[in-house]
């Protein structure tokens, strides 16, 4: 009898203990809202190979699934994460005007020629300066980064004047772009991305604003035949990556360690390439059928001059967070710098 209970007690510490273990070990699954078609470059090439990046670098304890269908519009998805709506978000911080003043600094124009070098000085002066702002506290940020250099696209029209744009209305994406092409006279029509091709094929606006990627995604070129090419880029649209708060506090330190080795920056990074895969595969669509027109050095200073307001006007705003915006600024660029030269 004794050596019954001595067996039966020891079959019950081990079964807690392998309890125990298949516990800690045990896989989460992070529900990653997605806003976006699923063959969008943004999903393919950005948020897939992420979710494959955590899951590798948790040896498998943790997986991201990107949901199918959408929960709501892309303006929404910020506060899906802060309320648990879902684990994992993205999306563009321009569509809640006026809620993330920090990003004006990495939408400027003339910041650079590619979305990696842009997305990892900018993610190098958010962890350092702009976070302090506290605009994101409710949630945790696994990324920010912007997409590839914006260029003007219209139909019929010259743009190697003086004012090229002035009096056509042009779809935006919100944020700080929608101001730009007021400064340089023309009229924004804000919209999301997924409704250009709406906005255009029925005539609400002549042109649009938008990376080379996205105007060959959308399907865009039939209905294009001209393009302002300007030097760094007229504009840059922030995006965000961010986590529910308690779902990260829940996640053991060994896996908070290793999502974080694949985030960040490494993250910014895998974004600003895919993004520039994409531009350049954009572009290379375009041959023969969109001419692009790049800006003279003389456009460039007449941007430059109506923009400066703007530009001074969108910084203001950032440094009433309490950030030192020149000194993030100088910084975020010398970053930039080093970032086009692979460091």
């Not at 910020?78 to 920090?102: C, E, H, L, S």
Request: glycine share 10%; net charge neutral; proline share 5%.
């Amino acid at each position: 009898m004794r050596l019954s209970r001595t067996i039966a007690a020891l079959a019950l510490t081990a079964s807690c203990a392998l309890f125990g273990a298949t516990a800690a070990l045990a896989d989460t699954t992070l529900n990653m809202a997605n806003w976006l078609p699923p063959t969008h470059p943004l999903v393919t090439d950005v948020m897939k190979p992420y979710a494959e990046a955590v899951k590798k670098a948790t040896e498998g304890r943790v997986t991201i699934n990107i949901m199918q269908a959408p929960l709501g519009p892309p303006a929404a998805h910020f506060d899906f994460a802060v309320n648990g709506v879902a684990d994992i978000t993205y999306g563009v911080q321009g569509y809640n005007p006026g809620r993330f003043k920090t990003t004006n600094i990495a939408e400027i124009p003339f910041l650079g020629d590619t979305a990696e070098s842009v997305s990892v000085g900018y993610w190098r002066v958010f962890d350092k300066d702009l976070r302090k702002a506290g605009e994101y506290d409710k949630v945790h940020v696994l990324g920010v980064f912007t997409h590839g250099p914006g260029q003007i696209f219209m139909k019929g029209r010259d743009v190697t004047g003086a004012e090229p744009v002035k009096g056509a209305k042009l779809r935006v994406g919100g944020g700080i772009v929608a101001d730009l092409v007021k400064a340089m006279g023309g009229v924004p029509v804000e919209g999301p991305s997924s409704k250009t091709y709406e906005i255009l094929s029925s005539g609400v606006a002549d042109g649009i604003t938008f990376p080379f990627e996205s105007v060959a995604f959308f399907k865009l070129i039939p209905m294009l035949d001209t393009a302002l090419v300007v030097p760094g880029g007229l504009y840059n649209t922030s995006f965000y990556v961010v986590m529910n708060e308690a779902k990260w506090k829940a996640l053991s330190d060994a896996d908070k360690k290793a999502i974080d080795s694949v985030s960040g920056e490494a993250l910014a990074r895998l974004a600003g390439k895919a993004w520039d895969k994409a531009d350049n595969a954009g572009k290379a669509a375009m041959d023969g059928k969109i001419k692009l027109v790049s800006a003279t050095p003389e456009q460039v200073t007449a941007i430059e001059t109506a923009l400066k307001p703007i530009v001074d006007a969108k910084l203001a705003e950032t440094a009433s967070t309490g950030v030192d915006v020149q000194a993030a600024l100088s910084f975020m660029k010398g970053e930039i710098a080093k970032a086009a030269k692979g460091q």
